[in-house]
């Protein structure tokens, strides 16, 4: 999983190319991450609360 910039830098370029959906999944191969669900949810709770953010402006 990238940092938060990074994440809403691809999500940006992602929309650019037409998207509009995209569905986040934070499992990279590592079966590890599985026993670490709060951090995946905090990353996508960042990347939700970025948008809102943007969302007001």
Known sequence: ?????????????????????????????DLTEIRQPER???TLAAVAAYHRSQEDR
């Open 40 to 42: 995946a949810w905090q």
């Open 1 to 29: 999983m990238g940092t938060i910039d990074q994440i809403v830098t691809d999500i940006e370029q992602i929309r650019l190319l037409g998207a509009e959906t995209l569905v986040l999944d934070p499992l990279n191969g």
